[in-house]
């Protein structure tokens, strides 16, 4: 038996055993999650707008991600609102950062890498790289908005009379308990594929200006730090929008 099918076997016994029901919707989901990437890749390669692709794409992941195992609710729709948001701007940060620092192409050190394959696929691999930041961001930015709205959700159903302030004040402040472990998570998510570049870097007796200067090391730091940018964005902005959507239902209540 192939060893993917068996891990997958092993993946869905441990999150039917632990999770229970909301195991197996977490698991149906990690699987059509993984389709719409695929399907994204395939309309990618066929020309069609990387960045445009990728943001839609990640919205439908959300979405489906959130409502799907969630249901529908206010701390859901929140959490859709932050994350759509967050994307938004960390696009817009990347595009134009990236444009400035050409972090684009293939450094010499993919040379040998590539001279086996077709350099006319006609991609532009300045977007590309883009689009694996906000693929990347993706999981974690979820997963702090879905907290974040979640916990203030609680707060309000346990005490239906706190302020709006009051709300906001206690989503930035697990929003900050989160931020540090988050982080690194992102970070050691992307250090662990760079590991066999460092190790050639290492092997090669690199300068240390040679490895931060050199382009493949350079996108990778710009990944790690957009990444970064995404993390800290969206717990104010989850903060701001999941107190607003509470205090509109507190309004009209009164």
Do not use: W
């Not at 989901?29 to 990387?50: G, H, R």
């Amino acid at each position: 038996m192939n060893v993917s099918i068996v891990l997958l076997i092993i993946l869905f016994a441990l999150m039917v055993i632990i999770g229970g029901k909301r195991g197996i919707k977490s698991f149906f989901t990690l699987i059509f999650n993984f389709s719409i990437l695929f399907f994204m890749l395939i309309l990618i390669a066929a020309k069609m707008d990387p960045i445009k692709i990728t943001f839609v794409g990640c919205i439908t992941i959300t979405y489906v991600t959130l409502f799907y195992i969630n249901g529908l609710n206010k701390k859901t729709v929140s959490a859709l609102f932050s994350v759509t948001l967050v994307i938004f701007i960390t696009m817009l940060i990347t595009y134009d950062i990236g444009s400035n620092a050409k972090i684009q192409g293939f450094g010499v050190e993919q040379s040998e890498t590539i001279s086996a394959l077709s350099l006319y696929v006609q991609l532009n691999f300045s977007q590309i790289v883009i689009c694996q930041v906000l693929i990347g961001l993706l999981g974690a930015i979820i997963d702090v908005s879905i907290s974040i709205s979640s916990f203030m959700y609680e707060l309000y159903k346990q005490d239906p009379s706190i302020s709006k302030a009051a709300i906001l004040k206690s989503g930035m402040n697990i929003g900050k308990d989160i931020l540090g472990t988050m982080t690194n998570t992102l970070l050691f998510a992307y250090i662990g594929g760079f590991m066999t570049l460092i190790i050639y870097f290492n092997e090669l007796h690199y300068s240390m200006s040679s490895i931060i200067n050199a382009k493949v090391f350079c996108s990778e730091v710009f990944q790690i730090l957009c990444g970064g940018i995404g993390i800290i964005l969206i717990i104010p902005i989850t903060s701001l929008i999941t107190a607003n959507i509470l205090y509109v239902k507190l309004r009209v209540n009164n």
